[in-house]
């Protein structure tokens, strides 16, 4: 089965600190893409950060950066210097590419709370 | 500009009655998706359609249709709402691009509240 696990239901940081969000996934496939979507109260989804899993360096985004380790298949979020607007529910998704289904499997997010 | 569009953002309406929600995409892509999530937030996959071809149906009930007039439409009409239908219904696209990431595009939801 294909899952993705988000266990931090919620966590909280500090204005200008950095937070790490953990993803990890279950899949028997070794080619795919790992995403981050942020949801802020607005609801839209917006994407935050992608990773092709046949890569090894790990992709960045301005503030926006992962950790990802395939043969744990882990894949984190870390958000630096935080920002009040960074506040928001995030998902974690992933999608396999050898297969004639364009499914896109979430986890069940994880809500930041930024402190001024 | 919106990339991916859904018309009404918000619909209040009566157990039983019939609704659609409308979605628009002017990207170009080829495959799109309904998604429901619920008051927890998580989020679930309903529909895809990919060039009028329904190429993802998850255990949702018959009373939910996806309906795509072209390329750029995906319509969700809904038969005989319940209770349970109440959320938010979010539109989404992707390209259809070869060994691709194929991207989803999200709308800005429409919330669904059934009385």
């Known amino acids: 089965a294909q899952t993705v696990t988000q266990s931090q239901p919620e966590m909280s940081v500090q204005e200008a600190e950095t937070v790490t969000l953990s993803c990890t996934y279950d899949?028997?496939?070794?080619?795919?893409?790992l995403f981050w979507y942020k949801q802020p109260p607005s609801r839209q989804m917006i994407l935050v950060i992608r990773?092709?899993?046949?890569?090894?360096q790990n992709a960045t985004e301005n503030r926006f950066s992962v950790n990802f380790q395939k043969a744990a298949k882990s894949f984190s979020l870390k958000i630096s210097d935080s920002q009040l607007g960074d506040a928001a529910m995030y998902f974690c998704?992933?999608?396999?590419?050898?297969?004639?289904?364009?499914?896109?499997?979430f986890g069940t997010g994880t809500s930041l709370t930024v402190i001024p | 500009d919106t990339a991916v569009s859904q018309t009404p953002k918000y619909l209040v309406t009566q157990m039983g009655n019939d609704k659609s929600i409308k979605c628009e995409q002017n990207?170009?892509?080829?495959?799109m998706y309904w998604y429901k999530q619920d008051s927890k937030k998580f989020l679930k996959i309903m529909f895809s359609?990919?060039?009028?071809?329904?190429?993802i149906n998850e255990t949702v009930p018959n009373r939910f249709s996806p309906k795509s007039p072209d390329k750029a439409h995906l319509n969700l009409h809904i038969n005989s709402l319940e209770l349970g239908d109440s959320a938010v219904y979010f539109c989404?696209?992707?390209?259809?691009?070869?060994?691709?990431?194929?991207?989803?595009?999200f709308g800005p939801g429409t919330r669904l509240l059934v009385l």
């Open positions: 990207l170009g892509h080829d495959t």
């Open positions: 899949t028997s496939e070794s080619d795919y893409y």
């Open positions: 359609y990919n060039n009028k071809e329904l190429i």
């Open positions: 989404a696209s992707s390209p259809r691009l070869a060994g691709g990431p194929k991207t989803q595009y």
């Open positions: 998704a992933y999608r396999i590419v050898n297969t004639g289904s364009n499914q896109f499997y």
């Open positions: 990773q092709e899993a046949y890569k090894q």
